[in-house]
């Protein structure tokens, strides 16, 4: 398997992608801070993710780089509540994307949960 194929990895990419989209519209005056960190964080999710997999063959590198991955998704949901709280993003559009960072999470969970269906085992 791919770490393309990953689920949380498809997930994690659409997320940035469409915080991406989004943040084009955010003031000049959060360029940098608001809108690089939402951007810096949702990225290196997926990128994070990435590495997991490839680290995969050493348990506790791979549970590491999961938690990783879960942290800097969380810091995403934070930027997603800021943006909301300051009239950046419309209530449906926060829903959408807490929705899919909540899917993200879940799936991170799941993969330190089990490893071994992929490709790694038990710490």
């Given at each position: ?53 490839r ?14 991955a ?8 934070v ?45």
């Amino acid at each position: 398997m791919d770490y393309r194929d990953l689920l949380a990895y498809k997930k994690s990419f659409t997320l940035a992608m469409l915080i991406f989209e989004v943040s084009k519209n955010f003031p000049k005056e959060e360029k940098y801070s608001l809108t690089d960190q939402i951007r810096r964080s949702s990225r290196s999710v997926t990128v994070t993710i990435t590495e997991s997999y490839r680290k995969r063959v050493y348990p506790k590198n791979f549970f590491s780089k999961l938690t990783d991955a879960e942290a800097e998704n969380s810091e995403t949901q934070v930027w997603l509540d800021f943006s909301k709280a300051c009239g950046y993003l419309l209530e449906s559009k926060y829903n959408e994307l807490t929705g899919l960072n909540n899917e993200v999470g879940k799936i991170l969970y799941y993969m330190m949960n089990n490893p071994d269906k992929f490709g790694s085992s038990k710490i």
